[in-house]
């Protein structure tokens, strides 16, 4: 094998690196794919979604949500009412044993309160989510692209 091709194969070895799904894991869950939209300067309310899958025994509860970006985080249900899409407070968020809690566009999601700064497209921004039996786990959100759905890498 060349040099030159060994190289090529080693930078598109490194370029995939980017592309693969990030996932982080506490006790029995997984936190898959966490990521937001960006917002334009001077907006003060921002989404994060994701999806906690439970490999365990027994339930576990989504406490809460913490953000150094932003004042606070709410727990969001968007339900259809008298044929409008409105938003709901969802308090806390129990994920079944052997269950996939989704956060996603048009359903659950997180609300980033208060933002402190805008949220821009290809960065990262921490939330730290708070469990009542596995404990505490800092993510990282991925800020996808204006009118993105979902990100490319989700199940």
Sequence with gaps: MTIARSLLLLLLALASIGTVAHEYHLGALDI?????????????????????????????????????VCESVEFHRTILEDGMARMRPAGELVIAAGATL?????????????????LVAGTEVPLKLRFKDAGEITVQLKIGHPGQAAPAHAH
């Design 32 to 68: 898959r794919h966490p990521w937001s939209r960006p917002t334009a300067e001077g907006m003060m309310v921002g989404v994060a979604y994701f999806e906690i899958v439970n490999r365990g025994k027994v339930p576990d509860t989504l406490l809460s949500a913490s953000s150094a």
């Design 102 to 118: 989704k956060a996603e566009p048009e359903g659950l999601h997180l609300m980033l309160m208060g933002l402190k700064q805008p």
